[in-house]
């Protein structure tokens, strides 16, 4: 019998859609609706039947997927064909729900007009059709889905391994309330070899030398490294120092760049106009003209070809000042290819020993316990580090793992899954895939999303986050808001030593992070194994032969995209200094109708599409585009599921007031945006938490925005420039009822006018004012959460800090450009106990620091940074009682000062003796 779904699509394509396009009248609809009622009954269940089952079905088959396989990967080096199949068809299967899903959605939020009229007609007997193909297209694949558990239901328990239970909401929970970093004791037994990597660089030869540490992966050659390379002896020594990342594919001319740019940052001039134009030859002359009177030490972490350094040796100008090159790599030939045109230091790097590899172990397992093993847990922890034989990677991996379930039984398993005498690559792969497959279904999805930035990438955390929750990796809890749902994910991944902190900021949390090249080289397997993501590089290897859901692009070439099946891209990352041409962002709009993520920068004077509006599902959408005024359509107010928009790379001058119809926006940020024109509609934005960066024009006008942003009350970050002294009455009203706000800055429209708000924030943990104030308000003191305070041309009298000295978080003070103007800076007896950062820049009538012992007790960076008028003759010698201080830098102009200083025996140089770190610059060189 012939299924009456088909007879009745059947029926409604013949006689319908052709009546559809010639616009029905009223009464050719009233006849013709009767025919549609069974179809409207069967797909009147879509929504709350249909639908609902259909992401029950997508979560069981995503779990499938990962079980499927975690059996593969349990099988070894070649699974059964049988196994991977089921995966393709699987993921499959999974892509085209969410396809549906996401078409569904599409179709529910566009309201269906009223059939009666003729207008309205045509799309209204569309719509149902649509969603007629809608439920036939699902029962379709739930027929699919029930052959592939039918065809495999005999084999999806066999070679499954234990492991670790995974975390649960719990475990998630504590995480958030435990530091966002865990400072790695991954320099165990690395005294010795830092000592002689030390003296290798410091001693010895004038000739341009160039040392090497050469081990395979995991052993800690970029730790040591970088354990060097901030050494006191090696910063006292080099007047530049310079640490570029090379990797397996690298580009000469973004290496040079990066080392000029480098340069120019610890000079603290901007970088050449068109450096990014520059051939190698014009590259090279600038950065032998920077380097050519300065004692320079450059390492190029992780290089693999052996022609490396014939590539780059002409850029490292020889003048017989002692300058020295340090490379990390795991490839002895790289090590020696230097031997022909230079001095040549090879250190092969050891693996830990069994005492030293135990100490780390317990130190990353047992975190919480000081790093001390439980009695019951001694024996099989010596079993497990023995096999991780003396690797850092592994030892840490293995103990981020072990640590979140100390069940005993759990760890034999554990042991037993761990094959002896493995290969070291092996060994160190076998961990890391057994960390990765002990992750919930969610971690994973964000721990395979490192595999959208290259090796190596330093990862900005919002960014990431951002673009996680745009993925829907982010599951929503009660309480809490995604972005701190996110954070704890991100947290985990840390804690299991999977993702690696690069820098943090002063409340703790990961400012940037990366992932090990092993790390990075295990997602890159996943990736292709899930099909999770497709990189379309110069190489050529652009043909895919299954659905694509995520591109990543890094090629200048627009031509490298015409085998992908883009109907199904959900994300699309450009990353630099990569663009993205005019003949793709032409067809975003038409064939990426379901993307959710947009990273890019676009090339030449390429303009976002005008119907950009027709991306209904997209969340995330960031663009960078340096070389023109950047124009954003109306139609980006039909963004309805937007939540972030990021223009910090582009300059609008003009935003369209349809913005404000973006209700879900929860993170807007800009360079210095000029919102009047949103001043009847931005309060409506009700969702939004980061609004960065405003700028006010002293107008009238500018009062309605700042009272419509008084309805913002969800927002955490606040960035204005251009207060007037007519806005601080209305703007103190609006900000305080923004009772969420975390970080807020605030620059006045001229560097002499009056900042005069007054506050109560109470989670308010960083605060920039930049502007002059008539004295310290008395509502920062009462801001017990404060983190960070930042003055810019304050002018504060003599005494001002004293209302500050007591806060409780007060982790960091930045005064710059004369916020301060009193002659003496004197820190008193039990001051600022948990003062972390000091920053002191361009104080111009500064004469004397004076630091009482018991003052600062907790200050571990200490900068003192000044133009030619500096007032300050001398250190303040009572540097001697910041017995927590780590990094000292001092940035002067006065001959006097830098005698004293000399790290060389200067009078005033046992005043710093014991500081870790020490940089001393004279700012006329700069």
Known sequence: MCDPRTSILSCARENLVPLARKHLLPLAIDHLLPILKEAVNMIRGVPNDEITHMKHELESIEDAIHEADKMADAEGANPSDGTREKIKQLIEASFRIQDLIDEYIIREEQQLPDPGCAAGGSDYVKTKILRLQIAHDIQNIKSRISEIKDTSSETDHEGSSSSITNPNATLLQNLRKAPFYMKEADVVGFEKPRDKLVDWLVKGRDELTVVSVVAMGGQGKTTLARKVFESKEVVGCFEYRIWITVSQSYNIEELLRGILKDLCEQQKVNPPQMIHEMNKESLVKIVRNYLQEKRYVVVFDDVWNSSFWADIKFAMIDKQKGCRILITTRIMDVATSCRESSFVEIHELKG?????????????????????????????????????????????VTGGLLCKNRNTIEWYKFNENIKPKLKKDSLINKILVLSYHDLSYNLKSCLLYFGMYPEDCKVNSERLIRQWIAEGFVKEEEGITLEEVAEGYLTELIHRSLVQVV??????????????????????????????????????????????QRLLITTNSDNLMENIESSHVRSLIVLKPYTLHESVVRKITTKYRFLKVFDAELAGEIEVPEDLGSLNHLKYFSIKAFEQETELPQSIGMLENLETLDLTGASVLDFPKEICKLRKLRHFLGNLMYLVELKDGIGDMTSLQTLWKVYLN??????????????????????????????MSVLSSSINKMQ??????????????????????????????????????????KNQNLVKLKLVSSKLPEDSMKLLKSMPNLSSISLIENAYVGETLHFQNEWFKNLKELYLENLD????????????????????????????????????????????????VCDKFMQNLLLNGGKDHWIFKQVPFVEIKDRREL
């Open 352 to 396: 830990l020993d069994h005492e030293q590899s135990l100490k780390l172990f317990n130190k990353k397992a047992f975190y919480d316990l000081n790093g001390c093993c439980p009695e019951n847990l001694v024996h099989i922890s010596s079993k497990i580090v023995e096999k991780c034989d003396g690797l850092p990677l592994a030892i840490v």
């Open 740 to 781: 969420q706000m975390e970080k807020l800055s605030i620059k006045s429209h001229e560097s002499d006018e009056y900042i005069d708000l007054d506050l109560d924030l109470p989670k308010l943990q960083y605060l920039v004012l930049e502007g002059q104030l008539e004295k310290l308000p008395e509502w920062i003191e």
């Open 845 to 892: 009538y500064l004469k004397d620091i004076l630091i009482d012992q018991g003052a600062l007790p907790s200050l571990k960076k200490f900068y003192i940074h000044s133009f030619p008028v500096l007032q300050l003759k001398t250190i303040p010698t009572d540097i001697q009682h910041l017995k927590k201080l780590e990094d000292l830098r001092i940035s002067v």
């Open 698 to 727: 002293d107008d009238e006008e500018d009062i309605e925005l700042i009272e419509e942003l008084g309805k913002l009350k969800q927002l955490k970050k606040l960035g204005l420039e251009g207060v007037g002294k007519k806005h």
């Open 503 to 548: 820098s943090i900021n002063i409340g703790g949390r990961a400012k940037r992070c990366r992932v090990h090249d092993l790390v990075h080289d295990m997602i890159l397997k996943k990736i292709e194994d899930l099909s999770f993501c497709k990189n379309i590089s110069e190489d050529g290897q652009s043909t895919s032969n299954g659905i694509v």
